[in-house]
């Protein structure tokens, strides 16, 4: 519970700080949901900036980070006592006015929104979110900063953007990974939703815009995204702020509201590099779009320019870090695939594919039923439910928006499609306009009326959804944690450690790692998952590529690794999958190079013998 409170303190800091910031630049917002949304994302957006400022200087102390989040609080309450906001309209007499299909929607929505709420507040179980998005703001804290050259080395995610990991970091200060699990879970994901409200609410009615929302909220993918703590769903939200904000600019034409649209496309690169890509097609695309308005090459371009700079400017605190300490700004994104090169993730290689490609992005099965996604959930069909209704006379009023908002849509799917990471939750920006696009565009006026009958199909499919989706995260467990009958240990031994055939490190395996001297480093073959791990506990691509044993050991002893772990169900998970062709050579030389320190339930510990490879 006190992870909700932070969670809470948290959402009121960052809503009053946002707030007077556009109430500075003079930013007019009409209706709560807009208050909310643009004031709370640019208030995460100052935060996380704020707490990076310190982790460039080296003040990732407990005491620090929390003596800064006090004077945002104090400075929050300051600046909210000015603000009032009463709604125009009787809340009370808009719900008795809607169908009863749309009450359903709106109810079943809301209960999937307290179930994911209820899930978040339980410990971290999520495989990448220990692995990765965990582990690098846990090594940020131990270290005290983010200038590492040694996380460089060990985590090459220590260089993705970094504004969700000063989050993640935050979350971790004030109480627990939890709290960082709820930020940028279940909270970037309210966010989100309302992201798609608000902009299709501005172009047609509420109930297609809550509709909407909520059919891009429920679907599979975000499941599993809202219940972890991965950078998927902030760098969604800002980007689908930005978009918003930049089809609201198409209706108003302010240059105020375009250059507000850049601070929040900045805030996404600085979440994750995919955005870049929004960047490079909108500003070539609204410096078109100048042109073809007759303005003059020099004013069409002066502000293109500026939009672009302020989003890399924004965007720049992460950028200057990995120039100094990589030399590479972009670094890892062009890089390779890393290990997931050598686990079958890299499917699609031609334009013959894309046909594959879409049904597995919606159906989750690789064309027609093999199963696809080991790490993924798929879209799902309700999001494209305004397809059939889409009126291109409508459309065509927007066209210059919706003529830059397509070409990005392609270009980020084929982008992702041959990128070694296919998968559905990296085109969600893309997915999330889609559905704004396809609502702004669908003649809905007699399909969605009060006495539809497709309304209530909806509300029933919907329903199903939700079933489906919420079922299988219900446990006792999760119970007897939230009402306090089970401790966090208990419920991790259960649901993470102690679990038949689990690869993660078991309870008596951690009581082990804890012991081992200070110094000790530990490769993992099969699952890296390291934040609960007492000592580094790390994945490398070189575990199976090649079968050059000497090189094996050689790259081992140069990443100063002392031990090796691996677990039978682990390593069997790995070669026994026909999308995958791996071979594990210090398997075949182990009585030679390895050292036997300790087993427990098919889980073993090693040492690397470097002196057997110092003779030879």
Known sequence: MIDLLFLVLIVFTSSALGNTILTLLKFRMV????????????????????????????LFYHDVILSLFLILLIVAIIFARKFTFKPKTDLKARWQRQPLWFKAVIVITLLY????????????????????????????????GIMNRQLVEDYSSSNMPQNLYMLSVLGMTLSSEILSQLILGWLMSILAFLAIYVAIKSFTSRRIAFLGAALFYTMPTLNW????????????????????????????????????????????????????????????????????????????????????IISLAIGSPSLIKNLYLTGDPFYPMFKGGGFLRGEGYDLYKSVLDIPKFIYAMVFGKQFVMRPLYMADKPLGFLPFIFFPFLSIRKLREYKSMVIIACVYIVLFHAAVMFSVWPFPRHILPAVGLMVILSAVGANTKISLSSQSLLGLAIALVLLYQVFYLAVPYYSRDKAAYLLGRMSKAEYLSNNIFDKPRGTHMNSKMLSYV???????????????????????????????????????????????????????????????????????????????????????????????????????
């Open 31 to 58: 209706g709560l949901a807009e208050i909310y949304l643009y004031s709370t994302a640019l208030g995460l957006g100052l935060i996380a900036q704020l707490v990076m400022v310190l982790g460039f200087m080296g």
């Open 113 to 144: 929104m307290l179930i994911q709420l209820l899930n978040c507040m339980t410990p971290v179980t999520n495989g990448d979110s220990i692995a990765w998005y965990l582990s690098v703001p846990k090594h940020f804290l131990e270290n005290h």
């Open 225 to 308: 995204l809202i219940y972890s703590a991965k950078m998927d769903m902030g760098y969604v939200m800002f980007e689908l702020c930005f978009w918003s904000l930049l089809l609201e600019w198409f209706i108003s034409k302010e240059d105020k509201v375009l250059y507000i649209s850049a601070i929040f496309l900045g805030l996404a690169i600085g979440s994750k590099y995919h955005s870049l890509l929004a960047l490079a097609v909108v500003s070539i695309g609204l410096f078109i779009y100048f042109l073809a308005s007759r303005l003059s090459f020099r004013e069409a371009f002066t502000t293109a320019f500026i939009f672009g």
């Open 514 to 616: 804890k012991s081992m001297p200070q110094d000790t480093r530990i490769l993992a073959l099969d699952d890296g998952n390291g934040y609960y791990v007492p000592k580094p506990f790390l994945k490398k691509s070189y575990v199976y590529d090649g079968t050059d044993i000497g090189s094996f050991v050689s790259k081992c002893k140069q990443d100063s690794f002392s031990h090796i772990y691996f677990s039978d169900a682990g390593i069997a998970k790995y070669t026994g999958n026909k999308n995958m062709d791996l071979e594990y050579v210090i398997l075949g030389h182990k009585d030679e190079y390895l050292e036997h320190q300790y087993s427990s339930q098919g889980q073993h510990i090693y040492r690397i013998r470097y002196e057997v490879a110092a003779d030879y």
